[in-house]
């Protein structure tokens, strides 16, 4: 089966001013969020992609720009199914006054339990990601071949949910789980289990060094902004 790369889109406006932008339109990559999908087609040049498919997100068509252009034969795909989370009445907002909302902590600690107002549960989200990503795969094997490789440019609770699924960890341990804007996360399907290959390699080890301000012991929903 096909090996499947996962990018997460570079880093967002709704990044830099700490919103939680879900469906929000209108949400570009900021400056250091286009250079990095500038530097992606150098980064992912020795790997012969064969598809590509995107979120249909502003940040995400942004970030894949760039590789389509350097590759002017390769087909790109929208699927609304790694599209960002739903988070209904929450979209929007600064995620330091959502800390604050008692739905935060479940959240945080019980994910699949967790359902957002006005919006979808992160076990609707994780299904439907997982879905898609089933469907591509037997796509692009019947295509290409079961060696073939092919990229998907999608969103941080959404790889981070396609991760777990792909390690067999339940949806509540998704939050131990970190990708940064434009890192790269590598799954190697087979006919018996998924092989996690990468995950959430941004070739830039930065993001490891002590901070002035620690990031806490909670993950940012949404994904975060990466290494300042």
């Known amino acids: 089966m096909p090996t499947l790369i996962l990018v997460r889109h570079g880093r967002s406006t709704a990044n830099t001013e700490g919103l939680l932008a879900g469906w929000t339109p209108g949400v570009a990559l900021d400056e250091r969020g286009a250079a990095q999908a500038a530097a992606l087609p150098g980064r992912l040049d020795a790997l012969p992609l064969t ?62 339990a967790a359902a957002f107002p006005g919006g979808e549960s992160m076990r609707a989200m994780q299904t439907r990601a997982a879905e898609a990503v089933r469907e591509w795969n037997a796509r692009v094997e019947r295509d290409h071949g079961a060696d073939a490789v092919y990229l998907m440019c999608s969103h941080g609770d959404i790889i981070k949910s396609l991760v777990a699924e792909a390690l067999g960890l339940h949806l509540d341990l998704f ?7 434009c890192s790269v996360t590598a799954i190697r399907y087979t006919r018996l289990r998924p092989f996690l290959v990468r995950l959430g390699d941004t070739g830039d080890f930065a993001s490891l060094a002590p901070r002035e301000e620690p990031p806490g012991d909670e993950a940012p929903v949404g994904g975060g902004a990466g290494a300042p």
């Open 175 to 181: 939050q131990r789980i970190s990708v940064e804007p």
């Open 51 to 112: 598809e590509v498919v995107a979120s249909p997100l502003q940040r995400c068509q942004e970030t894949i720009r760039p590789l389509l252009d350097a590759r002017p034969g390769l087909r790109a795909h929208t699927d609304e199914r790694i599209g960002e989370c739903h988070y209904g009445d929450w979209s929007g907002r600064k995620l330091a006054e959502l800390g604050d909302e008692p739905l935060m902590e479940v959240v945080q600690a019980h994910p699949s």
